[in-house]
């Protein structure tokens, strides 16, 4: 089936320390994203990447980096710099073109605690 | 940047009742979708709507555009339906970017 994997589900950190979380999807998606939700919240834009080797920072960027070398991978990396990086992280992605474009297909999410 | 307000925060619903959520949006938008979050944080995608109404099942929706706003209709609830529902809202030029709203917490008791 296809779908978009992220992994680990849950993820327990120590402050200081940078955890990259990852994002895999076999739907020949050309564009993916990463979303951070916090309780009781809406979801907020970090990183997108519209083409492989190509990204854009999205609105709550700082602390957080990302890399696209393939087209079926978006990893997320949460560095010691993110002030709060307690949060439910969601991956998504989207059909550029044809008749599912512009619906956008999320993983199961990442939750990441950091003591 | 767009703003997005749905109301209301918080329902709570006994099993066979209909409802009606509602989604505001501060500027034009060529792309909105409506987002169901089950109890364990799975988003799946209920509609794709920048304009016009469209049912699937129990669902409906309805997005007129001219005046920014969408409602989602749930008719008959079930149990199943209890989750959040968020509204989100783009335009294509903007990399297919998708700006959410803060969700309406549905609880269907049986």
């Known amino acids: 089936d296809g779908g978009i994997t992220q992994s680990p589900k849950y993820l327990f950190r120590k402050e200081g320390q940078n955890v990259t979380l990852s994002c895999e999807q076999n739907?020949?998606?050309?564009?993916m994203y990463w979303y951070r939700q916090d309780p009781g919240q809406g979801l907020r834009l970090i990183y997108y990447?519209?083409?492989?080797?190509?990204?854009q920072k999205g609105d709550i960027a700082e602390g957080y980096s990302v890399s696209r070398e393939k087209k079926e991978s978006f990893p997320l990396t949460v560095t010691s710099a993110q002030k709060n990086p307690t949060a439910f992280y969601l991956c998504?992605?989207?059909?550029?073109?044809?008749?599912?474009?512009?619906?956008?297909?999320f993983g199961a999410g990442s939750r990441l605690t950091v003591l | 940047g767009i703003q997005v307000e749905q109301s209301p925060p918080d329902l709570i619903l006994q099993e066979g009742a209909n409802s009606t959520l509602r989604c505001n949006f501060s500027?034009?938008?060529?792309?909105l979708q409506w987002f169901h979050q089950n109890p364990w944080g799975q988003l799946i995608n209920l509609f794709y709507?920048?304009?016009g109404t469209k049912q699937n099942g129990r669902l409906s929706a309805t997005t007129v555009a001219t005046e920014r706003y969408s409602l989602l209709y749930i008719s008959s609830s079930q149990t199943t339906d209890s989750g959040v529902y968020f509204c989100?809202?783009?335009?294509?030029?903007?990399?297919?970017?998708?700006?959410f709203g803060q969700g309406t917490e549905l609880s269907v008791k049986p």
């Open positions: 989100a809202v783009g335009n294509y030029n903007q990399g297919g970017k998708l700006i």
């Open positions: 739907l020949n998606h050309d564009a």
């Open positions: 998504a992605s989207r059909e550029t073109g044809g008749s599912g474009a512009n619906v956008l297909t």
């Open positions: 990447s519209q083409i492989v080797n190509d990204f």
């Open positions: 500027d034009s938008v060529n792309n």
């Open positions: 709507i920048p304009s």
